[in-house]
């Protein structure tokens, strides 16, 4: 029987540092990046100011990997472009009880307060659709249709919010194998621009997949793989990453 594993409350330190990391968009660019986590990782971002009503929606496959150590997660983060910010997120989990385990979860937080963190058990066991909304006001977390969380948007303020798709393992040697195809990526009920860019430390890679907006994360977590942002397209690696579309609403209602 496989050791028992920590649930993944401290992945919420880390996420929310790469957050403040790779979302301080001064000026016309992400900063370079110089990473401060500790977990093996990648983000891909969305390059729209979600400060209005949104509904993003992912098939999310999810391989379950019986040898880590710990756990691993994919999840959609919105949080504000200043750092320390509010934020909220959906996520898959694997590793708690066991290695193969796959429960939902769901976090909260203000600026400069821990994030509450709530674990849902799942009937899905490979395929899940994971989905973050924003209408009338609030915000809402997802799993196959069913609501986990719910929070009022103007409990947590964030100025010009973005969407970060992340995909995270704890341990050296664990590994991901995840895809999440864009079942609807909507904003104001338009179409989003399909992600173009991303940030990976450690090992874990992400690429586009051939469903627009589509994305799989892939890889094992090696502290001496390179730590850069990447063309989502090619994997090939860029300085930075373009600053998200400012829409003109940005009373985040």
Known sequence: MAQRRSAPLRRLVSVTAAAGLACALAGPALAKVTSVSTDGEATVYLNTDFGQDFDLAYDVTFEPAPENKSWSTVSILLVGAKFPSASVSVGLSRGYPNATTLSAFTTSAHPNERQTYRAFPVQCTVRCRLELRAQRGDLYALVDGRVLASWPRWGYPMANP???????????????SASLVSARRQLAGVPTPAPTCAFTTQGIEPRAL???GSIAFAGSRRPDARVTYIALADGSATDSCPEPVRSARRDNR
Not at 162 to 176: A, F
């Open 162 to 176: 973005g969407v970060q798709v992340n995909g995270e393992v704890g341990e050296v040697g664990d590994r991901l």
């Open 210 to 212: 051939g469903t627009p």
